[in-house]
């Protein structure tokens, strides 16, 4: 059985690209992992997944998030992961 054609256009799926970000969020939690994984491959250690940090950041709000990228990129800052674990910890607790 054929559905109509409205039918079938309206539940067509959208065009997207596998892997690229489609909000403001997703494009921050990539940045976050590109610049953890550079450090973490640099130090012999895992990296992370997506997954990982999406649900480590569950909590915060995108400009919460804007201002935790822009206090760990501190060129004074030595280590973005251990600012990032050390803001994250400060949030909490």
Not at 27 to 48: A, C, M, Y
Not at 75 to 86: I, Q
Request: hydrophobic share 25%; with cysteine; proline share 8%.
């Amino acid at each position: 059985m054929d559905l109509p054609p409205s039918y079938s256009e309206k539940f067509r799926p959208r065009d997207r690209k596998i892997g690229l970000p489609r909000n403001e969020r997703e494009e921050l939690v990539e940045r976050f992992r590109s610049r953890l994984n550079d450090e973490q491959k640099r130090d012999g250690r895992p990296t992370f997944s997506y997954a990982r940090l999406a649900k480590r950041f569950d909590g915060l709000t995108n400009p919460r998030l804007y201002q935790l990228f822009n206090e760990c990129d501190d060129p004074n800052v030595k280590s973005f992961g251990a600012m990032l674990t050390y803001k994250l910890r400060k949030d909490q607790g």
